[in-house]
């Protein structure tokens, strides 16, 4: 049974994850075994941004203004769509999940849900 990535698109090729090995053997390669702790992709780096900006707003709501902390998550969920939209499943790092047009729409959609509610929710009196 192999476990290669679903190309993005038909006709796109699917290419083997760096340091595979045919085989099957389950020994790590040389690549697993190194200890990096960065991202490889340019996709693990929008990643850890969209991660950021999230928790920028998961601070701004328990700060008190919730409508503002909300509408940056909205917004990061946004951006995570328009970067899985634009970069190549290769490139895209943990943002790709599924094929591209779900992860887009998943993003995207709850993305303006979150800041559609932040802005339509009326204040409620104390």
């Given amino acids: 049974m192999s476990h290669e990535p679903y190309p993005d ?36 780096l929008f990643y850890l941004v969209v991660l950021l900006a999230t928790a920028v707003g998961i601070g701004i709501t328990w700060a008190g203004d919730w409508r503002l902390g909300t509408e940056w998550m909205g917004s990061a969920l946004i951006a995570a769509a328009a970067l899985r939209l634009v970069l190549r499943r290769r490139d895209a790092g943990m943002l790709a999940v599924r094929h591209r047009i779900f992860d887009v729409l998943l993003l995207a959609v709850v993305g303006a849900t979150m800041i559609f509610l932040a802005i339509t929710i009326p204040n409620q009196p104390r």
Avoid: M
Wanted: charged letters at 30%; zero cysteines; glycine letters at 22%.
């Fill in 9 to 44: 698109e038909p006709g796109e090729p699917v290419e083997p994850s760096e340091g595979a090995e045919p085989s099957g053997s389950g020994e790590p390669s040389g690549a697993e075994t190194d200890g990096r702790r960065y991202p490889s992709t340019v996709g693990g």
